[in-house]
Every structure is written in C-alpha cells, then in structure tokens.
C-alpha cells in the first residue's frame, strides 16, 4: 500500500427561509438559521497516513489553518498512522465506539468499510472537481450509485526498466510507445543477454493478476459485471476476458526465464540484481531496484518508468492505486469531518499534491503531469484504469485467490477456456455474498 492515499464527505447548509401566512392554510415556522461556523463548538478527529506528514506537510497546516480560521472554538486532532497497523487499529477503534471522525483508505481498503457500515455516504457535488474525478478512483468510493468516500491521490502501475540494457541491444534507451515494437526490442535485449543464466528481458510472474487483469480491461473485458437483475456474476469466460488472459499467458511463457509459480511481491529485486530488462509495477519499485541489498544503488540513474504499451495502441491499463479520505458513520460531528476533507481535496490542495509530481484526484488537474518526463507513464495510465469488482463477496473471491489459481492451472497447461469458466463458477459462488 505504499504512496496510496484520500477519501471523504460532503457537509449540509441550511438555509433560512421564511414560508408567507395565507388563506390555505396556516403558516409554517421558519426554518432554522445555518448555525455561525464561529461559534460552533466540538471536536473533529483526524487520521491520515504518515505520508502526509512527510511528503506533504505544508498542505496538512495550510487546511489545518484554513480549518481553524473558520472554525476557531472546534478542536481538530489530527494523527498519523502507519500502513503497516492502521487496519487493525481503525477496527479496534469503531469496536469501541472511538472511530476517528476522519480517516484515510488506501482505495482496495474502502470497500471493507463501505461494506460494513462504517462510512457515511457524501454529497459528490459538494466537492471541487468531482464532476472530473478519476474513474477508477472515484469508483473506489462507489456503492449503488452512493459515494462513501472523496479521491485524495492516485497511482498507477507502469513499465519499470533497464535504459541502458535497451540502450545497448536497440540503440535506445526509450521504451517503444507500441506493443509490437515492444515485442520486438524485448527479443533483441533477450538474444543480446543470452549468457546470463535466468534473465528475463520482460519479468512478469505467473500469478500475477493485477497484470493479467490489465490486459482482460486493455481487450474491454472484466473480473465480473453487475447485470441488470441486480446480481454479479464472473465474467472471465467472455471472449474478450478470454483474450486478455491469453495474451498475458503468452507473454510469461516468452519472456518470464525464472519460475512461473513465483508471484511479483519481489520483482523489483530481481530487475535490480541484474536479472531482468523490464517490468510491470508501482513507481515505487524504482526504489527497492536501486537500493541496497534488495537491488543495486549503480542502477540510480539507469532504472527508469515508461508507459506500459498494451495490445490496443494505448497505454495498458492499470490497476487504479490511490487513497480516498471518508467521513465515519458514527461521527458526532458530520459536517465539520466533511468540510475538513472538503478544504483538504480542494483545487488549491491538490495543487499541492501536482507540484510535488502526485497524480491527484482530478482529471482538470492530471493534464500537466501527462506530459511531464517524471510523471507521464503514470499518470496517462490513469484515466483509463480500472478497479476490483465493488461487490459484497469480492474479499473471498481474493481470499481463495480464485484468480492466482486460474493463471497457475493454465500455466500448467489447462485451457484457458476451462480455466476461465471454472473461475467464473467459483467466483458466481462467492461474489454476492458479504464476505
């Protein structure tokens, strides 16, 4: 969940109106004044995770600022809480009837708590820029047509590579904007290293889903759809998923020369330590590639991102990484929590978030960064990412790695038509029911 962030609420004005006495009937109270944000008391507590706190600070005491200004006789407490334990204590804390009345979701978090109850649904339209919302990450907070969450930040995955290894067997050191010219420098840079025992000009792993399911979206398939009846049902039988599964099988039986069964929870490791020319990943795992001991430092200034051509003309589409800021259900003071999360995914916030090369959580404010080096395979990945089904049972569905099985069955030499179906069964089992 690394450099995953946002979600949120929208507040309530009410506005003073006076109904007129007449002869049909008698006359109606007035209704009550919107209360003086100057005087209103209370406390609004806050979780966001720890990046904020270091990569962002001025952005948290600009609203925190902005907050107080507005509100001067409300308490705002404000935490941060590390990836590693904040689901165990967020849990912990709605048990006790302490939930924060704040708090920040990695996105494949939200559901759980959409889900469960725990967040209140928000007003979309309260919100800067919510009618150029990132899909994929809006759709994070999306549950029968209802918003439980407002997008904070995105991320995506993209292609991670060796420029000087493509320096060396292409004569450059850019990735190809095509597939087919992909295919083609990956074959060069694979004859071209030929002497080292187990590289892989492109390492993509056997069980990795998040790509194989790139590539069922990049042919306009899916996991599953919500039909008209109101039911979910596994869609990775139809023809178009079917496509995608093979084309991903395809290319880690070409170019994957480790083991197939291996998943890609250490794939930065093996492009650092020399043993691969590309993958598929987090931006992040550009560090873990040039960091000591899990890559090499040497690789600093050679390990670079670029768009991750797909099989249509268009980038491939990605997973949608992001966090998402929500108001709790159970939060004694609902309109503050919204109006604090309102001011922190402003247009003026997200700025913020764009100087400092973040994809935020709008299309409006995206366009820049797509033409920027540092920036651009990532973010022209977004607008066309997409996310896990957002239906009751998906947990199981991922809990019985429904998905990691099929890829593995097929690697084993099963058909992918017989895998697909026998997904879409299990998947029909478990996905309509709370999991």
């Known amino acids: 969940m690394k450099r995953q962030f946002l979600a949120a609420l929208g507040a309530t004005v009410?506005?003073?109106?006076?109904?007129?006495?007449?002869?049909?009937?008698?006359?109606?109270?007035?209704?009550?004044?919107?209360?003086?944000?100057?005087?209103?008391?209370?406390?609004?507590?806050?979780?966001l995770m720890n990046e904020a706190q270091t990569t962002w600070p001025e952005l948290v005491q600009q609203v925190n600022d902005q907050f107080a200004a507005k509100y001067p006789k409300v308490e705002l407490r404000l935490s941060y809480q590390n990836w590693t334990d904040k689901i165990a204590n967020l849990d912990n804390a709605i048990k006790a009837g302490a939930a924060p009345d704040v708090v920040e979701l990695g996105n494949t978090e939200t559901m759980k708590y959409i889900l469960g109850g725990a967040l209140a649904p928000v007003e979309r339209s309260t919100f800067d820029n919510s009618d150029s919302w990132i899909k994929g990450l809006a759709d994070t907070c999306t549950y029968q047509d209802k918003i439980y969450c407002v997008p904070y930040y995105a991320g995506a995955r993209v292609g991670i590579y060796n420029s000087q290894l493509f320096q060396d067997a292409t004569g450059s050191a850019e990735v190809p904007t095509t597939e087919d010219e992909l295919f083609s420098a990956l074959d060069r840079i694979q004859a071209k290293n030929k002497g080292n025992a187990g590289f892989s000009a492109l390492y993509l792993p056997g069980p990795y889903w998040y790509a194989a399911m790139s590539y069922v979206a990049a042919y306009g398939g899916a996991i599953a759809r919500f039909d008209s009846g109101g039911v979910w049902h596994g869609t990775l039988s139809d023809p178009k998923s079917q496509q995608g599964v093979q084309h991903f099988v395809d290319l880690v039986k070409k170019y994957n020369r480790g083991d197939w069964k291996v998943n890609e929870l250490n794939q930065a490791n093996v492009l650092g330590h020399g043993k691969a020319a590309m993958l598929y990943g987090n931006g992040w795992e550009v560090s873990v590639a040039v960091a000591p001991i899990t890559g090499d430092p040497k690789l600093k200034d050679t390990v670079k991102l670029a768009g991750m051509p797909g099989p249509n003309g268009k980038p491939l589409p990605s997973?949608?990484?992001?966090?998402?800021?929500?108001?709790?259900?159970?939060?004694?003071?609902?309109?503050?929590?919204?109006?604090?999360?309102?001011?922190?995914?402003?247009?003026k916030s997200q700025q913020v978030l764009v100087d400092k090369d973040t994809l935020p959580n709008n299309l409006a404010q995206l366009g820049p960064l797509r033409t920027k080096p540092q920036t651009a395979a990532a973010a022209n990945a977004v607008p066309d990412a997409w996310f896990i089904p957002m239906a009751p049972g998906w947990g199981a569905v991922e809990k019985q790695n429904i998905l990691v099985t099929m890829l593995t069955d097929i690697l084993k030499g099963k058909s992918v038509e017989d895998a697909t179906k026998t997904a879409d069964a299990q998947i029909d089992q478990l996905i309509n029911n709370p999991s």
Not at 19 to 24: N, R, V
Not at 36 to 46: A, L, N, R, W
Not at 323 to 340: H, I, K, M
Request: hydrophobic residues 45%; glycine residues 10%; proline residues 8%.
């Open 14 to 47: 009410l506005l003073a109106t006076v109904a007129g006495c007449g002869s049909e009937g008698p006359a109606k109270k007035p209704a009550a004044a919107a209360p003086d944000p100057k005087t209103m008391t209370g406390t609004v507590t806050v979780w």
């Open 319 to 347: 997973f949608i990484g992001g966090s998402d800021l929500a108001v709790t259900s159970r939060s004694a003071a609902p309109e503050l929590a919204a109006d604090w999360i309102r001011m922190f995914t402003s247009t």
